[in-house]
C-alpha cells in the first residue's frame, strides 16, 4: 500500500545566510550534505532473518562519489506546505483515518506533481536556486548519515512509523513529520511514515537513470525509498531498499 510522499533537495552552491534562513521560515528546514566517497546497497547474506528483507536482487553494494554538496529537507513536505502550492490537493483517509493533518507528509501525489512542486519553490525563491527531488544517491547519502548498518540507527527495526495499520506506537495511519527522532544528520523519518519520490527512472545501478528535464520514458517507473507506516515488513525501511511506481501513479496498492 503505497503513496508517495517528496522531499526536496537544492544544490549547496550560491546560497546566502539570508535566503536560507527565508526558506526555513518559510517552508521548511534544510539540512547540508558535504561532498563524500560512500558505499551505497547492501550486501546479499545467504540467508536473511525473518521479515528482515536485507539484500534484495535491485541493491548490490557500491561505492558512489558525493561530488557536490547539497541541501535536503530535513523533512518530508507536509500537507501544509503543500497546500501552499496546491490549496485543493486531498492526501486522502484511510480506513477512516486522516492522511490530511497539516503537520502529516502530504501523499497521493504523482512524481510529476512532486516536480512541479520543486519548480514552484525556485519560482519562490526568485530563480535564485534549483530546488529538486533529491536523487537516488542523494538520499541513501542522506538517510545512512554516515552510518552503513541497516537502518541509520543499527541492524534492527524500531524508531520508524512502519508497524502498519493498528501500531502500538499510537500513529495508525501517517505521523506528524518529526515525530520520531532525527538521524545524525537531523534529517526526519526516513526510515517509515510516507515513501518518498526520487528523481531517477528505477533500474540497475550503474545505468544512466535521472529523469531529463524535458520528461521522461512513457509508462517509467520511478523510484521511490524509505518505506512508509503500512510497511507489515519492516526491511522495506531499510537505508538501502529501494521501490517503484509509475510517475503518474498517486496510489499503488
Known amino acids: 500500500y503505497t503513496q508517495p510522499a517528496t522531499r526536496v533537495s537544492c544544490a549547496h552552491r550560491g546560497w546566502k545566510i539570508g535566503q536560507?534562513?527565508?526558506?526555513?521560515?518559510?517552508?521548511?528546514?534544510?539540512?547540508?550534505?558535504?561532498?563524500?566517497?560512500?558505499?551505497?546497497?547492501?550486501?546479499?547474506?545467504?540467508?536473511?532473518?525473518?521479515?528482515?528483507?536485507?539484500?534484495?536482487?535491485?541493491?548490490?553494494?557500491?561505492?558512489?562519489?558525493?561530488?557536490?554538496?547539497?541541501?535536503?529537507s530535513a523533512t518530508e513536505v507536509t500537507n501544509g506546505q503543500f497546500r501552499r502550492y496546491w490549496p485543493a490537493h486531498d492526501s486522502g483517509a484511510y480506513d477512516g483515518q486522516s492522511l490530511n493533518?497539516?503537520?502529516?507528509?502530504?501523499?497521493?501525489?504523482a512524481w510529476c506533481e512532486a516536480r512541479r512542486f520543486c519548480r514552484w519553490l525556485g519560482v519562490q525563491s526568485g530563480q535564485t536556486h534549483n530546488f529538486a527531488l533529491p536523487s537516488e544517491e542523494q538520499w541513501e547519502y542522506s538517510c545512512r548519515a554516515g552510518a552503513a548498518t541497516a537502518y541509520w540507527w543499527g541492524q534492527e527495526s524500531g524508531s520508524a512509523n512502519h508497524n502498519g495499520f493498528g501500531a502500538a506506537d499510537g500513529f495508525l495511519v501517517t505521523a506528524p513529520v518529526a515525530s520520531y527522532a532525527a538521524n545524525r544528520w537531523g534529517l526526519f523519518d526516513t526510515a517509515?511514515?510516507?515513501?518518498?519520490?526520487?528523481?531517477?527512472?528505477?533500474g540497475a545501478y550503474g545505468e544512466p537513470r535521472l529523469a531529463a528535464a524535458s520528461g521522461i520514458p512513457g509508462g517509467a517507473a520511478m523510484v521511490l525509498r524509505g518505506g512508509s507506516w503500512f510497511a507489515v515488513?519492516?526491511?522495506?525501511c531499510?537505508?538501502?531498499?529501494?521501490?517503484?511506481?509509475?510517475?503518474?501513479?498517486?496510489?499503488d496498492s
Open 238 to 251: 531499510r537505508s538501502a531498499a529501494r521501490g517503484r511506481s509509475p510517475s503518474q501513479s498517486r496510489l
Open 192 to 202: 517509515g511514515n510516507a515513501w518518498e519520490w526520487c528523481a531517477d527512472v528505477h
Open 101 to 109: 493533518g497539516d503537520d502529516q507528509p502530504v501523499v497521493n501525489m
Open 233 to 236: 515488513i519492516p526491511g522495506r
Open 20 to 72: 536560507r534562513d527565508q526558506f526555513e521560515a518559510r517552508r521548511g528546514r534544510l539540512a547540508l550534505a558535504e561532498v563524500a566517497q560512500v558505499p551505497f546497497g547492501s550486501p546479499r547474506p545467504q540467508r536473511s532473518p525473518p521479515g528482515y528483507g536485507q539484500g534484495q536482487h535491485d541493491e548490490q553494494r557500491h561505492r558512489v562519489t558525493i561530488a557536490d554538496g547539497f541541501y535536503v
